[in-house]
């Protein structure tokens, strides 16, 4: 595993703080993310502050890939780089991404995809690409399923937020044997469903909670 550098303590922290007093949140199964192990955490994607909120859940780095323009700034870079993302530029995107997130599997650290490939602009599950089974078959990693809930439609201020993770799946738990566009499509569907079984059971809790109808 590489060693995290200074700069995740500084942002981890930060982050930490800044979180538990505008943005509470929850952690539900957060020790099914194993501490030296390669695993693949695969998200839901609601808000820009996810990658930083889904890292504050753990004490590992989880590293996220992002758009290059990101780290122009150096404030934004050093955030950025601070909670592990890496910068990929969108015009050749596909090969370096792969490339890069399959040393990061190889190293025995931990990799975090945004399943839908982009945030959802209604709150509502979109189809699931297939970069992070691809990358599962090539590296024979598990996934983990995480589902971020909030309140209401986008992340607000002083909004309850909960983080819940799944269990590990393994390739054979999800069909990925010979890494075909059929394989990948189905495990697709499976973690989309652990995803939406998780944001279920945290919307019932949130309604019992009288938080949301």
Do not use: W
């Amino acid at each position: 595993m590489i060693k995290k550098p200074l700069t995740f303590h500084i942002v981890h922290k930060a982050c930490f703080i800044f979180f538990k007093i505008f943005y509470p949140f929850d952690v539900e199964n957060g020790k099914s993310l194993p501490k030296d192990k390669g695993v693949i955490v695969c998200s839901n994607h609601i808000s820009n502050i996810d990658p930083f909120l889904i890292n504050v859940t753990q004490n590992r780095m989880i590293r996220f890939m992002a758009k290059q323009e990101l780290f122009n700034n150096k404030l934004s870079a050093f955030a950025m780089r601070g909670c592990g993302a890496f910068p990929v530029d969108r015009g050749h995107s596909g090969a370096q991404a792969l490339s890069v997130a399959e040393d990061i599997l190889n190293e025995e650290d931990c990799l975090g995809i945004f399943i839908e490939g982009t945030r959802s602009k209604t709150g509502d599950f979109g189809k699931p690409r297939s970069g992070a089974f691809r990358v599962a078959f090539a590296t024979k990693k598990p996934i983990i399923p995480c589902c971020i809930t909030i309140q209401t439609v986008f992340a607000k201020p002083f909004k309850r937020i909960k983080v819940s993770f799944g269990e590990p799946l393994s390739c054979e738990d999800l069909g990925l044997i010979e890494g075909t566009m059929k394989e990948y499509r189905a495990a697709g569907q499976i973690v989309m469903n652990k995803i939406s079984e998780l944001r279920e059971k945290q919307q019932t809790e949130f309604r019992e909670q009288g938080l949301i109808k």
